[in-house]
C-alpha cells in the first residue's frame, strides 16, 4: 500500500543499508516466485534521509505499519505479530544507529 492506494499486493521485502552511503532502502520483489531472490526487484522504496516507523490500525490487516519518509508514507503488513516486532525492530535500530553514528562523532 502505498501513496494512498487502497489495493494491497502481496511482495517480499529486503532491507538494504549501504554502508559506504549510509542510504537504507526496502528493495520488493514479486510474491508467488519460488526464486524471487534470484530476480531482480520490481521496486525499491527510498528510507533516505531519514525515515519513522508506526504500528496503525488497520481492519483487514492486524499486523500492519506504516514507514513515512520525508517524501511517501508506506503501509506494509506482516504475517504475524512476531514477524512485525522484528521488522519494527531491524528498521528502528537501523534509524537509531544512524543517530548514534553521528552524536558519537567528535
Known amino acids: 500500500y502505498e501513496h494512498g492506494k487502497k489495493d494491497w499486493k502481496r511482495r517480499h ?18 510474491a ?4 524471487w531472490r534470484k530476480t531482480e526487484p520490481k521496486g525499491v522504496l527510498a528510507l533516505y ?11 483487514k490487516r ?11 508514507a508506506y503501509r506494509l503488513a506482516a504475517h504475524s505479530e512476531d514477524e512485525l ?7 528502528e535500530r537501523e534509524s537509531i544507529g544512524e ?4 552524536t558519537a562523532l567528535p
Request: hydrophobic share 45%.
Open 99 to 102: 543517530y548514534d553514528t553521528m
Open 49 to 59: 534521509p531519514g525515515y519513522e516507523i508506526l504500528k496503525i490500525h488497520e481492519p
Open 13 to 30: 521485502f529486503v532491507f538494504k543499508h549501504i554502508l559506504a552511503s549510509n542510504i537504507r532502502s526496502l528493495e520488493f520483489y514479486a
Open 62 to 72: 492486524p499486523f500492519a505499519f506504516e514507514i513515512k519518509t520525508v517524501d511517501h
Open 32 to 35: 508467488g516466485t519460488k526464486n
Open 85 to 91: 516486532n522484528q521488522w519494527i525492530l531491524i528498521l
